[in-house]
């Protein structure tokens, strides 16, 4: 177990540890959370023996494996090759190779080998019980987990970006089999199948387990503690991230009722001494009420955890049924090789779209014709009927000209048109309220640029939101407010975001990446999962003919049907959703159309006439596209109740 025993650690007038005193005991899975300068990072470098306390002490097991993995690059030889540098993982193993070879190279001069080929014999037990001769494989399965190439095995370290030294770094770290594994913001270059990759990994890992991370899916899905470090503060919750803010929440909850009845009580022993001050036969009473008073201490409140700054996504301006469509869209940037090749796709009003797959495939590319910011090099791009795109490119944040204020890149932004009264109030809404709104972009945090970014698109509210990498720099509560405001988006939305958990509480429809393609999955995250699931499990199936019973061939058809109508229902409700969905855009397009022909009976004296029959023409597109797509939608579903029933009655 590891005790942190009265630990204080300050940084000039910064508290970061005030006393703090906890437990981690062994085996268990701790996720350690909190906001960003909290000392969350520092807790893992104290841990470490890189930083001591100032007060207090840190005991942990002698002879313990440490493995951590830091939110800067750790030191490599940039000459190294990828598979070297990974598989020096545990160093002890890179030693006693060493030695062998020094000892197979003094066999050759030596008449007595006796004594060496013992060694020999000895270091190659050890090496294989260390599991020295699987090193290479494990490695290039946790490489390839972690979306490398079979090719990058040999290429140096120095030459791959500092993202992909990072995931190095990973695979380095979670091969050192370590006792105590410390991971710091692991998932900040990682993709979407690295993330479920990592998951699974560190679901089967033995030792302890500390986890720093915004990531609320790996704190759910991994974590059994967590550990809320604030204020100077470091409070044990017996559960996941999910467990922590409901307990936390109820806990604030009980210390606000214990605050108001402090109140009252207060209130009534200050009304008896100002009654009866004045009056000589109470002076001992009043003497009493006056110690009992001060002896009275307040409830000590937990910071509210949620985002200060609402995020308010503006009302969007009313588009056509259909967003966007590409047809036979290719893009290439070097002239030979097709980053995209033959993509066909339609978003329409109201769709909520996550992009998914591995790093370098696409997915920003895409985006960027989605938003008209690349030209398609074949193909045709069409936008609907008065579509305003808002794009938030990955990079923007990091080119926001320091020198200027919040105020000044929305203005900027603005073009003008838009009253300082109501850029103060915009910013307001992003966080950004009274002096907040002159602060220069010099000194804001990541995750103020990332929300100054948002007021800068919103000042020109849009109909089509595309975002890059939305969550980077965002605490936990900043990407709840951005998720939750991303719901209530009565616009399109298209988002790539490595954060899941985002994905999950927001697309509708996801879209992956299958370069030179892409495949569209009409449902949310956990059904796309279902889905590749499934395929996986098709795959590797290998069919068997065992001799069985009559009794047990039947169980096993039973089994198959329930497995059938199971699957079937998923497809079910797929189908409804989309049914219904169209039929909303029809009787939108419908109602829409009916009022346009009201005005064509009674035309007022600013009727554009040329303007409402243009428009008339775009509904009709509209109701007949969106007739077709339900006629087919509407038969898919019929003829899957028709196979559910019969498999039913069977």
């Not at 990828?82 to 066999?107: N, P, Q, T």
């Not at 990332?450 to 990407?479: G, S």
């Amino acid at each position: 177990m590891i005790d942190f025993i009265g630990i204080s650690k300050s940084y000039g007038r910064q508290d970061l540890f005030n006393e703090a005193t906890f437990r981690i005991n062994q085996g268990e899975r701790v996720g350690i959370v909190g906001p960003n300068g909290a000392g969350k990072t520092t807790l893992f470098q104290i841990l470490c023996g890189e930083l001591s306390p100032d007060r207090g002490e840190v005991s942990c097991p002698k002879k313990v494996r440490l493995g951590h993995l830091r939110q800067q690059l750790d030191f490599y030889d940039p000459e190294e090759s990828l598979m070297e540098f990974v598989c020096a993982a545990d160093g002890e193993l890179g030693k006693i190779s060493a030695r062998i070879h020094a000892l197979e190279s003094r066999l050759r001069g030596t008449e007595n080998k006796t004594p060496l080929l013992h060694e020999i014999g000895h270091l190659q037990s050890v090496y294989e019980a260390r599991g020295g001769y699987e090193m290479k494989h494990r490695a290039a399965a946790a490489l390839a987990g972690l979306g490398f190439r079979e090719a990058d095995s040999e290429r140096k370290i120095g030459a791959f970006s500092g993202g992909w030294q990072m995931r190095a770094c990973m695979a380095r770290t979670l091969l050192g089999e370590p006792d105590i594994l410390l991971l710091d913001e692991p998932s900040n270059y990682l993709d979407i199948p690295a993330v479920e990759w990592l998951r699974k990994r560190l679901k089967s890992f033995p030792g302890t387990l500390l986890l720093v991370s915004h990531d609320r899916f790996l704190l759910n899905s991994i974590t059994d503690v967590t550990l809320e470090v604030d204020g100077g503060r470091v409070t044990r919750y017996p559960g996941n991230y999910s467990y922590y803010v409901r307990e936390r929440a109820e806990r604030r909850r009980h210390a606000e009722a214990a605050q108001e009845n402090i109140d009252r009580k207060k209130e009534q022993l200050e009304r008896n001494i100002n009654r009866f001050r004045a009056k000589a036969t109470k002076a001992a009473q009043v003497q009493s009420w006056i110690k009992m008073l001060d002896r009275i201490e307040d409830t000590e409140l937990p910071e509210d955890i949620h985002f200060k700054g609402t995020i308010r996504i503006p009302e969007p301006p009313r588009s056509g049924a259909e967003t966007v469509r590409l047809e036979s869209i290719s893009f290439s940037y070097d002239g030979s090789r097709n980053i995209l090749e033959g993509i066909d796709l339609s978003l329409n009003r109201g769709d909520k779209v996550g992009i998914v797959g591995y790093n370098g495939m696409g997915k920003t590319t895409l985006l960027k014709i989605l938003a008209g910011r690349l030209a398609p090099q074949q193909g045709t791009r069409t936008f609907g009927h008065k579509v305003v795109t808002g794009y938030q490119a990955q990079e923007f944040a990091e080119l926001l000209n320091p020198e200027m204020t919040a105020f000044d890149i929305v203005k900027e932004a603005a073009g003008g048109q838009v009253p300082a009264q109501r850029i103060r109030e915009i910013l307001g809404a992003f966080g950004f309220s009274g002096e907040g709104a002159d602060k220069r972009c010099a000194v804001l945090s990541g995750g103020e640029k990332i929300r100054l970014c948002f007021a800068r698109i919103f000042v020109n509210p849009p109909n089509f939101l595309i975002l890059d990498e939305p969550t980077t720099h965002l605490d936990i509560a900043a990407r709840e407010a951005l998720q939750q405001a991303v719901n209530h988006f009565a616009g399109t939305v298209c988002v790539v975001s490595h954060d899941i958990e985002f994905i999950r509480g927001t697309a509708k429809t996801i879209l992956e990446m299958r370069p030179p393609g892409i495949r569209v999955h009409h449902g949310n995250y956990d059904y796309f999962m279902e889905r590749i699931a499934a395929e996986q499990n098709e795959t590797s199936e290998v069919p068997e003919e065992p001799s069985v019973s009559a009794a047990d061939t039947q169980k096993d058809r039973r089994r198959e049907r329930a497995q059938k109508r199971q699957e079937m229902s998923k497809d079910k409700r797929r189908l409804e959703e989309e049914t219904a969905r169209l039929e909303k855009i029809i009787e939108d397009s419908e109602a829409e159309k009916a009022h346009l022909m009201e005005q064509w009976l009674v035309p007022s004296k600013e009727f554009d006439f040329a303007a409402n029959q243009k428009r008339l023409a775009e509904l009709e597109c509209d109701i007949a596209s969106a007739t077709g797509k339900w006629e087919k939608s509407a038969a898919e579903l019929e003829e899957l109740m028709e196979r559910y029933n019969a498999l039913h009655d069977s």
